[in-house]
């Protein structure tokens, strides 16, 4: 049986880990080759690392840190982060990514997903959605949630699907940084208007939230950072809860 | 050992010397006949699409070489689809290595299958060690139904090949580079065949 996902996500910059990373058995907390190579050894099913790095030489950095990556760490991972073209794609699959994820540049230019999906498949194409709702209508917002835009979710989901993405990873802004739960009804619609895995994520806070997501979200991946950082959940402590409420997973 | 990983422009192959390499042997990428020829282990990688990754085989002549190979071949996700007779992701035939044709999962899933799933029924030196149940990570939308080559099975929506034999030539449909310690393992088997 296909089990359910367990992602944690490291933010970076200029090649390091940002967010306060609180592992007391790590050498370099900055350092995410270290921090991914624990997590896969915990039980992580696969890795997202998200770029917000704003220099010239960004591109460059991220290549090398996704060849390092690839190098130590035996699971999959998704780079994010800036990324707008077919170039930025290849340059990161040929350093060894399993997937990247796109977010404000398929929205500003929605047959980027096309071209991706044609050049380099499905398969690794993930297309990163930022909502938050506005009177009660969820509405997709750029630049880490910053910017609306009038764009409703659902459509923009369907669109995604249409032109041939293989993932979608949702982060609910309403829901982020809350450790309330994740957005388990928008999910369950997604789910239902969709055929593609729905990664959730946004408001990880208690094992309980990765029940809920699963089983009323209907998601296929529960995404999450800063509780996996500070070690509030342990990814087995986790699992070992989810194979208890019948969830599957991989142990 | 020589082991070579056939470069034919489909595909993340990095992740596949990596996983090699901290096994402890060396891989290297090639398209040149002569080199996969006189290899001792030939890794057959591929993601993307199955029509124009044949088409990439055609053009270099590849898909004349790699069928007649006698050392152990190992042909990963698209590359075991390749090694069918046809595949119905772009209605190409195959290398028609193995006897069944690739098909799409129904709509009753999501398509594409991805993560981790659990293998079973194994059958080969390939899963030497290897548990029954264990998890390995797919990434896929096409599969191959279970036949007389399958040495190992799996289940989303329907039974379907996740590993497939016949002689020197073997297929996984899981990434091994991805599948954590039990992937390590699979690759190693292969390695010391």
């Known amino acids: 049986m296909l089990t359910k996902r367990i992602i944690p996500c490291l933010d970076i910059k200029n090649g390091r880990t940002v967010k306060g990373i609180n592992f007391v058995d790590l050498r370099d907390a900055g350092d995410p080759v270290e921090l991914a190579e624990i997590y896969a050894q915990e039980g992580a099913d696969e890795l997202v690392f998200l770029d917000i790095s704003a220099t010239e030489e960004r591109r460059k950095t991220l290549a090398e840190l996704v060849y390092h990556v690839a190098e130590k760490v035996n699971i999959p ?22 997937k990247v994820s796109i977010n404000s540049s398929a929205v500003k230019r929605p047959e980027l997903i096309n071209e991706l999906v044609s050049k380099f498949g499905s398969q690794c194409i993930v297309v990163a959605i930022d ?3 506005v009177d009660g209508n969820w509405k997709v917002h750029l630049v880490g949630g910053k910017v609306p835009t009038e764009i409703d979710l ?9 032109r041939g993405a293989g993932e979608i990873l949702f982060t609910s802004m309403d829901h982020d940084g809350t450790k309330n739960g994740f957005a388990n009804k928008a999910l369950a619609k997604l789910s239902t208007l969709v055929n593609i895995p729905i990664i959730a994520s946004g408001g990880a806070g208690a094992i309980s939230h990765f029940t809920d997501t699963f089983v009323d979200g209907k998601a296929d991946a529960a995404l999450a950072a800063s509780i996996f ?17 019948g969830i599957p997973v991989r142990l | 050992m020589k082991i070579v990983i056939i470069n034919y422009g489909a595909g993340n192959i990095q992740s596949i010397k990596f996983a090699i390499q901290r096994l402890g042997y060396e891989a290297i990428l090639s398209d040149n006949v002569a080199e996969i020829q006189n290899a001792d282990k030939v890794i057959f990688p591929g993601v993307g699409e199955a029509s124009s990754a044949m088409t990439k085989l055609r053009t270099s002549g590849l ?8 050392q152990p071949v190992l042909g990963i996700c698209l590359g075991m689809q390749l090694m069918c007779n046809f ?14 044709d690739v098909v799409k999962f129904p709509k009753s899933v999501k398509v594409p299958q991805i993560g981790w799933n659990e293998i079973g029924e194994l059958k080969s030196d390939l899963f030497k060690t290897i548990p029954e149940k264990s998890h390995i990570y797919l990434v896929h939308s096409y599969y191959a139904p279970l036949g007389d080559e399958t040495i190992a099975e799996s289940e989303y929506a329907l039974g379907y090949s ?10 996984t449909q899981f990434h091994p580079e991805k599948s954590s310690d039990v992937g390590a393992q699979i690759l190693k088997n292969f390695l010391e065949l």
């Open chain 1, 77 to 98: 991972f998704t780079v994010g982060g800036g990324i707008s073209s077919v170039e930025d794609v290849d340059v990161l699959l040929q350093n060894g990514a399993d």
């Open chain 1, 131 to 133: 909502a938050k709702q």
């Open chain 1, 154 to 162: 659902f459509e923009w989901a369907k669109e995604v699907e249409e």
């Open chain 1, 229 to 245: 950082h500070f070690k509030e959940i342990e990814i087995k402590d986790l699992k070992q809860e989810l194979k208890k409420e």
């Open chain 2, 63 to 70: 898909d004349k070489i790699i069928p007649n190979l006698n």
């Open chain 2, 87 to 100: 595949s119905e992701e772009g209605n190409t035939d195959g290398l028609g290595i193995f006897d069944l």
């Open chain 2, 162 to 171: 996740a590993a497939l034999q016949k002689d020197n030539f073997y297929g």
